[in-house]
């Protein structure tokens, strides 16, 4: 257990204290003070590293399950003895231009909060932190680390979604480009920055029907001081969702006007080429016809004939040329 055993700690009144080292007798020790809560973190536990906590704070086999599987969908389950709650952090690679997304769950009960994190994505640590400087939160209990916890995850989410409106920027940028400048594999590039907003998206949007949950009332163990916070949390999700949906829009629409833009290079390539070849028809016609060998053949006697025929497929040359040119085909 100490190789996944994050942290332990007894929250007292707001404020951490010393407990025992054996968490099943601080789990005790703070139930037995009334006014108390234990705090055990773990990381990636095996099924028979679990069994102790599962044992010990009573936790439903089915919420155990989907602690130890991970692969889970954000979501909030309600069982007699404790809440489930499962986060899935991202994390945002700029230069890769990928969405990770982690996993965290987060179990509450009569005096006491298990949170089980998969993936290397981690905000318990700041989190942990931020709530130990701030004691009037803690005092809410349980509640108030799954509110902080939510609360963390959720506002990553605002930076996910600005660092990804800002690449958004820089590949629309370059589709619109007034020199044609985009690459090959722009429409390659569009898709796959979809699949990551689709990533994002799986991770946001089934996460606003549990906040909802936690603002309103008749969910057990959530502290009655707690729930404005939760409404806080699902007002900032609802922007995170809101950007989201609007970054999953408009790389439809750029998708769909770089291909229509591919329609149009392609039909100005094939004009072009259209227009190249009957300039190049003409003389190879008039050169046809004085390559028959006939016998009677017009201005074959005359020493003007064969600058006369070049003067003609100069001269019709320039003439298709100048069509062409005025109707925007060269």
């Known amino acids: 257990m100490p190789r996944v055993i994050v942290d332990c700690a007894i929250y007292r009144d707001g404020c951490r204290t010393e407990g025992p080292a054996d968490f099943s007798d601080a789990l005790d020790q703070a139930r037995a ?12 536990p095996t099924e028979k590293e679990f069994e102790l906590v599962t044992s010990e704070f009573g936790l439903h086999p089915l919420a155990v399950e989907d602690a130890l599987r991970a692969h889970q969908r954000p ?34 009960g009569d005096s006491f909060v298990v ?22 939160v803690l005092q809410h209990g349980p509640t108030a680390v ?14 996910v979604a600005d660092d990804l409106h800002a690449d958004l920027e820089e590949l629309e ?10 690459g090959q594999n722009t429409a390659g590039r569009i898709y796959a920055f979809k699949r990551e907003v689709m990533e994002f998206r799986r991770a946001a949007g089934p996460l606003a029907e549990p906040m909802e949950r936690l603002a309103g009332a008749g969910v057990p163990f959530v502290h009655e001081g707690s729930r404005p916070f939760f ?16 970054l999953d829009r408009l790389l439809s629409d750029i998708l769909s006007a770089h291909l229509a ?15 190249w070849a009957a300039m190049a028809a003409v003389p190879t016609m008039i050169a046809g016809i004085y390559g028959m060998n006939f016998t009677h053949m017009p201005e074959l006697k005359q020493p003007w004939g064969y600058p006369g025929a070049l003067v003609l497929m100069a001269g019709v040359i320039v003439v298709l040329y100048r069509w062409f040119k005025r109707r925007g085909w060269l």
């Open 75 to 108: 979501k909030l389950e309600v069982y007699d003895d404790s809440l489930f709650l499962v986060l899935k952090p991202v994390q945002y690679d700029d230069n890769a231009g990928a969405v990770t997304a982690g996993e965290l769950m987060v179990f509450v």
């Open 115 to 136: 949170t089980v994190r998969h993936g290397e994505t981690n905000p318990l640590g700041s989190v942990r932190d931020r709530l130990e400087k701030a004691p009037e």
């Open 33 to 44: 003070s009334g006014d108390a809560f234990l705090w055990i973190g773990l990381h990636e």
């Open 146 to 159: 799954m509110y902080a916890v939510s609360d963390a995850v959720v506002d990553h989410y605002l930076d």
């Open 261 to 275: 833009q591919m329609g149009v290079r392609q039909n100005d390539d094939m004009r072009k080429i259209s227009a």
């Open 231 to 246: 409404r806080d949390v699902s007002d900032h999700l609802t922007r995170v969702n809101e950007h989201v949906e609007g």
């Open 173 to 182: 940028t370059e589709v619109f480009a007034p020199d044609g400048a985009a």
